[in-house]
Nanobody, 120 residues
Framework: QVQLVESGGGLVQPGGSLRLSCAAS????????MGWYRQAPGKQRELVGS???????TYADLVKGRFTISRDNAKNTVYLQMNSLKPEDTAVYYC??????????????WGQGSQVTVSS
C-alpha cells in the first residue's frame, strides 16, 4: 500500500559527503514524522535523526552538526545530507515514515536500506 524507495548510497572517502533520498508512494492520505536509522554489522539499529511534518528536526549526538535531515512534502520525500563522513558512519541506512493510509489509520513503513561505506 505504501512504498519507501531509497537512493543515494555508495562509497565515499573520509571527510566526504553523500545525500540519501527516500521517496514515499502509494496509498498516502497524510505524511507524519519521517526519520533515518542506521545499522552497522553486529550492532543494533540506531536512530540517526527525524523530522516532523512541520519540519522540526532531531539528531543523534554522534551526527549532530554533520548530518542534516530535510523533507519535501510535495514529493513525499525525506533527505539525509551527510557531511564530514567518518569510517564509523559506515552502515546500512534506512528511512522510516509514519503514514496515514486512511483518515484514521496510521502505519509505519521502512525503506529497503542503503549501504553507505566510508573508506579510503
Amino acid at each position: 500500500q505504501v512504498q519507501l524507495v531509497e537512493s543515494g548510497g555508495g562509497l565515499v572517502q573520509p571527510g566526504g559527503s553523500l545525500r540519501l533520498s527516500c521517496a514515499a508512494s502509494g496509498n498516502i492520505f497524510r505524511m507524519y514524522d519521517m526519520g533515518w536509522y542506521r545499522q552497522a554489522p553486529g550492532k543494533q539499529r540506531e536512530l540517526v535523526g527525524s523530522v516532523t511534518s512541520g519540519g522540526t528536526t532531531t539528531y543523534a549526538d554522534l551526527v549532530k552538526g554533520r548530518f542534516t535531515i530535510s523533507r519535501d512534502n510535495a514529493k513525499n520525500t525525506v533527505y539525509l545530507q551527510m557531511n564530514s563522513l567518518k569510517p564509523e558512519d559506515t552502515a546500512v541506512y534506512y528511512c522510516n515514515a509514519e503514514v496515514g493510509v486512511s483518515r484514521l489509520n496510521v502505519l509505519t513503513f521502512w525503506g529497503q536500506g542503503s549501504q553507505v561505506t566510508v573508506s579510503s
